[in-house]
């Protein structure tokens, strides 16, 4: 087998066994999974279960206290410039317009080195890919909430990372914009051959965008634990099969009812 085949046969992220907490108070514990290649991955759970705090601690911003952590194969103890993330406020800086922003850190030393060009033109697509090419040199306080995110976005697709890391996302937005963020996660990710691990406790988001949805819950004082994981095998565009996506709907909410 040659090294790049290999290679495409090792998971973008996988963990074994971590733990975390504050003090002596667990957040999670004995957590393990992994995601693949191109794989959507959908971390579910109630509020307050641990969901941002095992995020981060997959993308190397916090350390676990047991545990580890690898990325494309390799040992992760910092964030990855490889893997990229996006966070519930799209966190723009209002002095530099859309370009700028999409672009900002992408010649830091952390990252792979690109020539100016390259630059731009990676710049350029992702604004494109997020539907901005308009909004190009406006600046974040002349954008809605749902354009924001899609620059929140466009820049961490800039950085053409093997693996984008998403806390709830789309949840400050109204139902109809985050339902279009939603199709627009799935045609990006595929687009850019990236996978991705979305943090949600939308069940239905979970159940539109995953290829496989892990629930993490926690009963109270005790930490959190993966206690579920459904593959979802249903054919996109998933809204056209109401019956399966009910189905499934119906076994998570029973699972999280169980797990409470
Ligand atoms: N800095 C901190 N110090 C102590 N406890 C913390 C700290 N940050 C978070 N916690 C606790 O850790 C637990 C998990 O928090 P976390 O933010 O990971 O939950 P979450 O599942 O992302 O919740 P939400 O859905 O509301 O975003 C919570 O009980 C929270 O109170
Ligand atoms: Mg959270």
């Known amino acids: 087998m040659t090294a ?55 993308a190397g911003l916090a350390a676990p206290q047991q545990g580890t952590v690898s990325f494309l194969g390799q040992p992760l103890r910092a964030p990855h410039p490889r893997a990229a993330l996006v966070f519930q406020q799209p966190s723009l800086l209002p002095w530099l317009d859309v370009t700028a922003n999409v672009g900002f850190g992408l010649d830091f030393a952390r990252q792979p080195a690109t020539d100016k060009a390259t630059r731009a033109r990676r710049i350029a697509e992702a604004i494109d890919a997020v539907g901005l090419t308009p909004f190009a040199h406006a600046y974040p306080a002349q954008l809605s909430g749902g354009q924001a995110q899609r620059v929140a976005l466009a820049r961490a697709l800039a950085r053409e990372p093997e693996l984008l890391f998403a806390d709830e996302p789309f949840s400050a937005l109204d139902a109809v914009t985050r339902a279009g963020m939603q199709e627009l996660l799935v045609e990006l990710v595929h687009r850019w051959h990236t996978a991705a691990l979305l943090v949600t406790h939308d069940i239905d988001e979970a159940i539109l965008v995953a290829d496989r949805i892990l629930l993490l819950a926690s009963r109270p004082g005790a930490p959190g634990r993966l206690v579920r994981e459904w593959r979802v095998d249903i054919p996109r565009p998933r809204e056209q099969h109401g019956e399966a996506v009910v189905r499934l709907r119906l076994d998570i909410v029973a699972a999280l009812r169980a797990a409470a």
């Open 4 to 58: 790049a085949v290999s290679a495409t046969l090792v998971p973008a992220l996988e963990a074994h066994d971590l733990r975390f907490g504050y003090g002596e108070r667990a957040v999670f514990d004995g957590v393990g999974l992994s995601v693949g290649r191109r794989e959507i991955v959908c971390l579910l759970g109630g509020s307050g279960c641990g969901k941002s705090t095992l995020l981060r601690t997959l």
